[in-house]
């Protein structure tokens, strides 16, 4: 998914929790809760950028730990939370 | 228990769902009804009121209310208010005995959106449903499904109180679900309300939570049970759903009249938080209330901490516990291991739930008379 | 409010127990950035 366009489907709202935030889907009523600040962050801004990397690195995300934010986002995909645009 | 539920024990900015009754006016007397419910309370929310709770709601970002009475459908004011959260973004799931839901009823609720009906019942056939809620409400709940079912609603849920009487037609539980299209939701019966009185005569046997943890192994991915049965992962193997006592941690009750408890089985001034009246609203109540700060820190297990299974059903529910006396740190009174039942024999005197709405004439099942 | 055994003088079990996780459990619970929750597996709902 790193190099896809992203971004977080309308029908979301993300609610800010001490530890990052919880994510509800309107249309499956799916319950996600984002466990730290940068994945929320990231997720709010997919759409400034061209792909899911650009976003990663504008947001000064070590390379290394860009496996764990595609697994996270791919798994944001799976339900519907963060859809390709 | 992972992180994610250690972080929701302390808990969050807002509940993820509020129950909120909205009269405790009903046209049934359910001898196990946790709201003792019956009569409406002339202090119950006026409808503006009602509406500034969603706009509380909705500012803070509470995706779901679970809306439920009494009877809520006896409001006059109960479509403007559901209609308001809906269209709010406040997810509305209500509870009913059906009374109130003719044909034209049903086709009007297929229409909404955002929507979920939950129709109780708790019996398989009449005599065992209407021996807990009253004598006709076995086909008044079936004739309400079929109009739900007619009107293209979709998957309602059937939602069943699990009592020594019913456990055993788990099964045609499911097959009524199947019918209708509608989804099997059962949960833990608790002492509260009316069933403070008839509890000890309802509540399952050892041996028939064994039978039920295994059918919920075997049934999981299709029924629904609110995480309610968590204290039967004492068992081994662990049912899914957090594992947690929500209450004031990702869960409360407003009830009619705006009083917040730590959750709807609770109603008692122990664990009474606020007020939506009060200054601050229900934000205030939520954010700061002494209840709900103390609930939200650390626990001790009590009696339970010699136990090896009390990671795993960590010593069940509040609400049991309080309403038949035994101490909050220590095994539930259905304690799989049977410490409750020992420790039931030494209980202290069994708190009185905060209000009594029972209409004056209440079905009484269970109720030892000192005659 | 009711006494809630916040005795402290008790060793609290949510301690103890994030002894028996092991430091790599810990690491790969921490490093999961999503997780998801039924909306119907909350216990205080009905
Ligand atoms: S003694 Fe406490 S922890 Fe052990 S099974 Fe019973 S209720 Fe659960
Ligand atoms: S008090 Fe009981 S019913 Fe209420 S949230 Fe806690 S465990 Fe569940």
């Known amino acids: ?85 | 228990m992972t992180a994610l539920t250690e972080r929701m024990k302390d808990g969050l900015d807002a509940p993820i769902c509020i129950t909120w009754e909205l009269t405790y006016s009903c046209n049934l007397s359910c001898v196990h009804c946790l709201s003792s419910s019956g009569r409406r309370d002339p202090k119950e929310l006026t409808t503006e009121e009602a509406f500034r709770v969603v706009d509380e709601l909705r500012e803070m970002q509470v995706f779901y209310v679970n809306i439920g009475g009494g009877e809520p459908m006896i409001r006059r004011d109960f479509f403007d208010i559901v209609e308001y959260a809906t269209s709010s973004g406040v997810g509305v799931k209500f509870s009913t005995n059906g009374t109130y839901i003719d044909a034209a009823t049903a086709q009007r609720l297929a229409a909404m959106d955002y929507l979920d009906i939950q129709i109780s019942l708790d019996g398989a056939d009449a005599a065992t449903n209407d021996a807990i809620r009253g004598e006709g409400s076995y086909d008044t709940a079936m004739t309400a499904m079929r109009h739900l079912k007619d009107a293209g609603f979709g998957e309602f849920k059937i939602s069943v109180v699990i009592t020594r009487h019913n456990i055993a037609q788990l099964d045609e539980f499911k097959a009524i679900a199947d019918e209708f299209g509608a989804q099997l939701r059962i949960t833990r019966l608790r002492p509260s309300g009316r069933a403070v009185d008839t509890w000890e005569e309802l509540h399952p046997t050892l041996d028939q939570q064994r039978t039920l943890h295994q059918w919920l192994l075997g049934h999981g991915e299709n029924v629904l049970t609110g995480d309610s049965f968590f204290h039967l992962n004492a068992l081994g193997e662990s049912l899914p759903g957090l594992n947690l006592c929500g209450a004031g941690r990702v869960v409360c009750l407003i009830d009619p009249i705006g009083d917040v408890y730590a959750c709807p089985f609770v109603i008692h001034d122990e664990f009474l938080a606020g007020n939506v009246r009060n200054d601050g609203g229900f934000a205030a109540v939520w954010r700061t209330s002494n209840c709900f700060t103390e609930l939200r820190g650390p626990q001790s297990a009590g009696a339970c901490a010699s136990c090896g299974s009390w990671d795993a059903c960590q010593g069940g529910c509040m609400a049991a516990k309080f309403f038949t006396g035994l101490p909050l740190d220590g095994p539930d009174p259905e304690c799989v291991g049977g410490d409750g039942e020992y420790a039931l024999a030494s209980a202290g005197a069994i708190p009185r739930p905060s209000g009594d709405h029972s209409k004056p004439i209440a079905v009484q099942l269970g109720r030892r008379s000192n005659a | 409010m009711y006494h809630l055994g916040m005795d402290t003088t008790q060793p609290q079990i949510t301690e103890e127990r994030s002894e028996d996780v092991s430091d790599a459990e810990a690491v790969a619970e921490e490093l999961e950035l999503v997780e998801e929750i039924s909306i119907d597996g909350m216990c205080g709902v009905y």
Request: glycine share 2%.
């Open chain 1, 1 to 85: 998914m790193l190099d896809s366009p992203l971004k977080l489907h309308p029908s979301v709202a993300l609610r800010p929790e001490p530890f990052g935030a919880l994510a509800y889907h309107y249309d499956n009523r799916r319950l996600i809760f984002l466990k730290h600040p940068t994945i929320v962050d990231v997720v709010k801004d997919l759409e400034q950028h061209p792909d899911l990397q650009a976003t990663l690195s504008a947001h000064g995300i070590d390379e290394q730990q860009w496996d764990n934010y595609d697994k996270a986002i791919c798994s944001l995909i799976e339900s519907d939370v963060v859809v390709a645009r």
